[in-house]
């Protein structure tokens, strides 16, 4: 079921980084560094927003150009109803790099769910993208392989009302989110920490119709292109998950995630899978920045000899 969200206090407000453009009928932001290309295009995890990648972000900004956003109904971009289809947020990425300026082709880097809509862009968008890095990413076959008690937990817990928090639980969890971003500019770091405390709903909205609609979507839609295509997968201790799921369960849904991840990354003629036993799948790109920098820098070598192997156009 899809929910109108209300405009939130940072939807109302100037983000901390970046502008607001309008694309697909909203005003959406997004915010650019660095100079040159492909240009690296950020597409956040369910119930996190562009800033929640700033430090990697201004890191690949050294490189090239490096592009962060909100979806719509998320962050500093306006509301809309949620969950949302990967058509609409894939038809509304491109709209929205089309109006900042952005050139094609893009390096795009999904996170979870920003993952499966990276792979979702480039099935549809072929010409527009040079390469893909995918972080931990949603997988269409999570579900349908996963173990029978997976499939009855993850009804329980879509059948429950998510309780409202109390005052001295949110003061507390503030404490909790200002202390996990000092790594962030001052600026950003109170905004970013009242977001997350206003919109922790976002994430469960957005999920809504992972496992069937967009799943079908992926299912659906045409082949990968032929681009450098590197896989992520996130194996180290996760707070949330653990808190979701039993220890033994949780084991197998990562030995199935690691083996879907393995497939599609050998699903493209250059596609690479790489592992992290050290990193959980909720904040991958700050807990091992350094091995998604380095991702990112070999995408960016591959597509830019590839580039140079082009012949002239005549």
Do not use: C
């Amino acid at each position: 079921m899809r929910t109108d969200q209300p405009a939130s206090p940072e939807s109302r407000t100037t983000p901390p980084r970046g502008r607001r453009y309008t694309a697909d009928g909203r005003r959406l932001m997004l915010h650019r560094s660095g100079t040159g290309g492909p240009a690296v295009v950020l597409l956040p995890g369910s119930g996190l927003v562009g800033l929640d990648y700033l430090n990697l972000h201004d890191r690949i900004a050294e490189q090239t150009t490096s592009v962060l956003y909100d979806r719509a109904g998320t962050g500093w971009s306006e509301p809309a109803a949620l969950p949302r289809t990967a058509a609409e947020v894939t038809g509304e990425l491109r709209d929205l790099l089309d109006a900042a300026g952005v050139p094609e082709p893009y390096l795009l880097a999904g996170h979870s769910l920003g993952g499966a809509y990276a792979r979702h862009f480039a099935q549809r968008f072929p010409d527009a993208v040079a390469g893909l890095l995918l972080l931990d990413p949603f997988h269409e076959d999570m579900v349908t392989r996963a173990p029978r008690q997976v499939l009855d937990l993850l009804a329980q817990m879509k059948s429950r009302e998510l309780p409202e928090p109390s005052r001295e639980q949110l003061d507390a969890s503030r404490g909790q989110i200002l202390a996990f971003f000092q790594a962030w500019p001052d600026d950003v770091r109170g905004p970013l920490a009242e977001h997350h405390l206003s919109a922790w709903r976002t994430a469960w909205q957005e999920d809504g119709n992972l496992y069937d609609e967009v799943s079908a979507e992926l299912r659906n839609a045409p082949a990968l292109p032929d681009v450098p295509t590197i896989v992520l997968s996130a194996m180290g201790h996760d707070a949330v998950q653990a808190h979701l799921w039993p220890q033994d369960l949780l084991r197998e849904i990562n030995d199935g995630k690691r083996a879907l991840h393995a497939e599609l990354a050998a699903s493209v003629p250059r596609g690479e899978h790489r592992v992290l036993d050290d990193a959980g799948h909720g904040w991958l790109h700050e807990e091992r920045p350094d091995a998604v920098l380095g991702a990112v820098t070999d995408l960016l070598d591959r597509t830019r000899r590839q580039a140079h192997r082009r012949p002239a156009p005549t």
